[in-house]
């Protein structure tokens, strides 16, 4: 039976960093409220000018050449992004412009803050059935685009970055194992950018409204993330008969330390098997599971034949799991 191992994985940070202690001179906040709430202490934010696709690039290139592959040989390139370039064309067209990956199809998915575990599990899909051998995927956000800077209760929250895998068969019994995903469309309106789109097309009114920003409702999010991310966890390893003992590092979407603190303690994870990097990006959306994958294997905590389980939760509301054995 065929599956998908990822070959190699990439990352941009923007070296711009903005520290709690820049915000405490935008908004009403400190350094202290944010670490305690968050665990974020910093996050990068992309020079003007610089856009969803710009980051992809770097995180595609150096995911690409870790693993081998050129870009002209890439059959299919998915983008999971909030903040794409333009509203169309997809920003994977746009990527795949300016790594010249000419013989690649391309699409977007739009599954926010789970969109890299959503593009993970479809890539494996177009794997498993043998359409597709060469895919490359991407969470790229420049979240700092929708974030209104007058409003402490988001713009604390939110980072730039993009991470990349290329994605390769294999027949060997490693590589993605499983997959749970979730989908709950009651909630919508809990995180959301209400303008912009065909609902609420842009306008004088909807700019001086700040509709174009991001709006949420963060304590109720709290408590669906961590029962949804721990479910989703759990059912993806259970599926295929293991057990979250058998776990070897859990690669969580890094929204805030307390949530991710909780799903480990739910899943009787240790913490020395949890991987976080939020106090350094804060959330990046998309990009956040992709960076915190890429970086854990870059330090050596990922090991051939490791138990990888990516485990994330977005707006929608969307959630998934993916459990990978690492070859
Ligand atoms: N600085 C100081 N005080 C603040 C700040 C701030 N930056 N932000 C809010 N406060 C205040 C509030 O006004 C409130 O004051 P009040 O009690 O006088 O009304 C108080 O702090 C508590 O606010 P809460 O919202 O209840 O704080 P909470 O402990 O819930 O933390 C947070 C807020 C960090 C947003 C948390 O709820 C969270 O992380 N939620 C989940 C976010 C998430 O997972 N999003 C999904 C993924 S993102 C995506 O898909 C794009």
Avoid at 220 to 246: C, H, P, Y
Wanted: contains cysteine; neutral net charge.
């Amino acid at each position: 039976m065929k599956s998908a191992r990822i070959a190699g994985l990439g990352k941009c940070l923007p070296p711009n960093v903005l520290t709690n202690a820049d915000l405490e001179k935008k908004v009403d906040t400190s350094d202290e409220w944010i670490i305690t709430r968050t665990g974020i202490r910093e996050r990068r934010i992309v020079k003007a000018g610089e856009s969803a696709s710009d980051l992809a690039r770097e995180a595609s290139l150096q995911a690409l050449k870790r693993a081998g592959i050129k870009a002209k040989d890439l059959d299919l390139i998915i983008v999971a992004t909030i903040t794409p370039d333009t509203q169309f064309p997809a920003t994977a067209c746009h990527l795949q412009n300016a790594i010249k990956a000419t013989n690649a199809i391309c699409f977007d998915i739009s599954a926010a803050c789970a969109g890299f575990v959503y593009a993970l599990n479809t890539a494996w899909q177009f794997i498993k059935g043998g359409l597709y051998e060469k895919i490359l995927i991407v969470g790229s956000e420049v979240l700092s685009s929708i974030t209104d800077w007058e409003d402490r209760s988001t713009c604390v929250l939110f980072g730039d970055g993009a991470g990349a895998a290329v994605l390769l068969p294999t027949t060997s019994d490693k590589g993605v194992l499983s997959s749970y995903m979730g989908s709950d469309g009651s909630q919508t309106d809990i995180l959301i950018v209400p303008g912009g789109g065909s609902r609420c097309p842009a306008s004088i009114d909807t700019l001086k409204k700040k509709l174009h920003y991001i709006k949420m409702r963060g304590n109720e999010l709290f408590r669906i993330a961590v029962r949804v991310m721990a479910e989703a966890a759990e059912k993806a390893i259970t599926n295929v008969g293991l057990q979250t003992s058998d776990i070897d590092i859990l690669v969580p979407h890094q929204a805030n330390k307390r949530i991710i603190d909780a799903v480990a303690q739910r899943l009787k994870i240790p913490r020395e098997k949890v991987y976080m990097n939020v106090d350094r990006y804060g959330n990046m959306s998309s990009a956040s599971s992709a960076v915190a994958l890429c970086e854990a294997w870059e330090k050596g905590e990922i090991k051939d034949g490791d138990l990888v389980v990516l485990d994330a939760f977005g707006a929608g509301l969307v959630w998934g799991s993916c459990v990978i054995r690492w070859v």
